[in-house]
């Protein structure tokens, strides 16, 4: 018995756990959010939320390795459990970049 709590305590642990940044779903962005700017504007627009979504990708990453060791040592996910896990925010960084993206495509702006 004891050995069933054990384990289903492990399997929430680890359903807890922050997921990789390229697991996480876009969230969903109207690109009428980005139809009004001219290409300049999106290109520059672009290139932030581009930068922006790599630095939180690169914590998540770090949320989601911190996760898994401290499951692994101590059987509690510790990065989402002290706010580390940045999936909703890593969710709409690639909604803006996916919309930005449409945006520019829609008005053939020179892709750079």
Not at 50 to 74: H, P
Not at 103 to 109: E, G, W, Y
């Amino acid at each position: 018995m004891k050995i069933r709590y054990a384990s289903l305590a492990i399997l929430l642990a680890a359903i807890s756990c922050a997921k990789r940044p390229d697991a996480i779903v876009p969230a969903d962005i109207p690109m009428a959010a980005y139809t009004g700017s001219p290409c300049p504007v999106l290109a520059t627009e672009l290139v932030k939320e581009q930068e922006n979504l790599a630095a939180l990708s690169k914590a998540q990453n770090q949320a989601a390795t911190g996760d898994a060791v401290g499951v692994f040592l101590i059987g509690v996910p510790a990065s989402s459990t002290f706010g580390g896990d940045k999936e909703g925010q890593v969710a709409v960084s690639k909604g803006k970049v996916q919309a930005i993206q449409s945006a520019m495509r829609s008005k053939n702006c020179a892709s750079s």
